[in-house]
């Protein structure tokens, strides 16, 4: 039945995202984006617009770890513009702290200020503790 096609079309993406950590965690830059990608175009092909910027996050990620900022910021502002749609407000909070981050890799510290400061807000508006701390730790 569809219902049951599509639980296990979303537990594929999850697994391929989940491979395609472990191999970003190995530093296997090709073998990541390859399960990325193919989680991403599932995503699209279920029109699942909550996996699909948990995809364009990872995304970005992995091209963060590459040194690949510019491309970066594509998958997290990408993301960003899903994550406000669906009013996801914890998907929100991490676009805003990888976006610091990467600000702050690139010395625009002004800009990762500001993103640090959106991320904390929105993480002390939600009460999401553990992130107001990561937060707090970071500005």
Known sequence: DIKKSLNDSMELVNNLINVG???LGLK?????????SDALLLTQKNND????ANCLLNMGVLAFEQGQ????????????????KLNNKLGLVMVFR???ETKIKTGNYIQAED???KSLALAEAEKM???????????
């Open 115 to 117: 993103y640090l400061q």
């Open 49 to 52: 617009k909550n996996m699909m």
């Open 98 to 100: 990888n976006l610091a």
């Open 69 to 84: 900022y510019g491309e970066a910021v594509s998958y997290y502002n990408r993301a960003y513009e899903l994550l406000t």
């Open 21 to 23: 950590s472990a191999y």
């Open 28 to 36: 296997d830059f090709e073998k990541a984006n390859k399960y990325y």
């Open 129 to 139: 503790s553990s992130l107001i701390e990561i937060g707090r730790a970071h500005v």
